[in-house]
């Protein structure tokens, strides 16, 4: 299992778009996701879980993997955070 805190730094934070990505970046891996934020936890293959997330600019989540896959996954997310959901300049 692989865990970082990885911090939202695009404007709009986790909204619907950058959901999708997220759910889209997961999806070709054999592992599963789960992203928490405070109290709150969801599995990064259902967006509406992670909209209720509700998890603004600045936010640091946690970003659980597990699987087969997991490694691959987690590079695959720090990238897709670190490029801030392709959203900013």
């Known amino acids: 299992m692989a865990s970082r805190e990885l911090t939202l730094t695009n404007r709009r934070g986790l909204h619907a778009r950058a959901a999708t990505k997220?759910?889209?970046?997961?999806?070709?891996?054999?592992?599963t996701v789960m992203v928490s934020h405070g109290e709150r936890r969801?599995?990064?293959?259902?967006?509406?879980?992670?909209?209720?997330?509700?998890a603004p600019y600045g936010t640091t989540l946690l970003?659980?993997?597990?699987g087969e896959q997991a490694d691959e996954a987690m590079l695959a997310i720090e990238a897709?955070?670190?490029?801030?959901?392709?959203?900013?300049?």
């Not at 970003?63 to 597990?66: Q, S």
């Not at 897709?80 to 300049?89: G, S, V």
């Open 63 to 66: 970003i659980d993997v597990e």
């Open 22 to 31: 997220l759910v889209n970046c997961c999806a070709p891996y054999c592992a």
């Open 80 to 89: 897709l955070f670190e490029a801030r959901f392709e959203e900013d300049e």
């Open 42 to 54: 969801a599995n990064a293959a259902n967006v509406m879980a992670l909209l209720m997330l509700a």
